[in-house]
């Protein structure tokens, strides 16, 4: 009698063993229910949208889901008020979001159907306390000027050196940016953010046979 063959693991329990060593807890059936709804309609929207160049389940849930995740290395304890810039599909705000429901989270996107797509996801996970803003980041702060100076975090899937004074102008006195991986371009487009205070920092996730670069920068206080 030939053996049964074990139906493949979700796509989505990639996330699993990132949120155990990242949180130091077992995943909540909640938290990993979102992800799921989350790649559900990411992956949907994809098709006609193209809000992401990332097409298969698996590479969303490990370049979007887990990459996010690794952004919690960097994040302060306790309750905090963060902003992320520019986010695209909700990255990485939502995912960390997901996990840690002490984060008020604002959502800040320029393209009008990466927006639709972030308040259908609101909708979907029934994070109603999520913020999203249609808007350049640089305009935002001018268009609400109770938000400038008020967040205790900014970040940034990605970074260049001209992304530092926006988010210095979203962060309270000793709040913290963190962006992921090293200001593209050319040694002077480096040197240029070393100059603005930026630190460089890169992370070996050992138990997730990870490396992860990152940006900091903490606004003086």
């Known amino acids: 009698m030939r053996r049964r063959e074990s139906p493949a693991p979700h796509p989505v329990a990639a996330v699993i063993r990132p949120i155990q060593v990242l949180t130091g807890r077992e995943p909540k059936p909640r938290e990993?229910?979102?992800f799921g709804l989350y790649l559900r309609l990411l992956a949907e929207w994809n098709q006609t949208?193209?809000?992401?160049?990332?097409?298969s389940a698996e590479a969303m849930v490990a370049d979007l889901f887990v990459d996010s995740?690794?952004?919690?290395?960097?994040?302060?304890?306790g309750a905090i008020k963060m902003a992320d810039l520019?986010?695209?599909?909700?990255?990485?705000?939502?995912?960390?979001?997901?996990?840690?429901?002490?984060?008020?989270?604002?959502?800040?996107?320029?393209?009008?159907?990466?927006?639709?797509?972030?308040?259908?996801?609101?909708?979907?996970?029934?994070?109603?306390?999520?913020?999203?803003f249609e808007t350049r980041a640089e305009e935002l702060v001018k268009e609400r000027a109770e938000?400038?100076?008020?967040f205790d975090v900014v970040v940034a899937r990605a970074v260049g050196s001209s992304m530092l004074p926006i988010a210095m102008?979203?962060?309270?006195?000793?709040?913290?940016?963190?962006?992921?991986?090293?200001?593209?371009?050319?040694s002077s487009e480096a040197t240029k953010a070393d100059l603005l205070g930026m630190r460089h920092q890169t992370i070996k996730?050992?138990?997730?046979?990870?490396?992860?670069?990152f940006v900091l920068s903490q606004k003086p206080s």
């Open 32 to 34: 990993t229910e979102r």
């Open 69 to 77: 995740l690794l952004f919690l290395s960097n994040l302060p304890s």
């Open 205 to 213: 996730f050992d138990q997730l046979g990870l490396t992860r670069a």
């Open 86 to 132: 520019g986010t695209g599909p909700g990255i990485p705000g939502v995912p960390l979001r997901i996990v840690r429901d002490d984060i008020a989270l604002t959502l800040v996107e320029s393209k009008r159907k990466r927006v639709s797509f972030l308040a259908a996801l609101k909708r979907e996970l029934g994070l109603t306390d999520v913020l999203v």
């Open 49 to 55: 949208h193209r809000l992401t160049a990332i097409r």
């Open 169 to 186: 102008s979203y962060l309270r006195p000793g709040g913290l940016f963190v962006a992921g991986g090293s200001p593209a371009g050319s």
């Open 147 to 150: 938000l400038a100076g008020t």
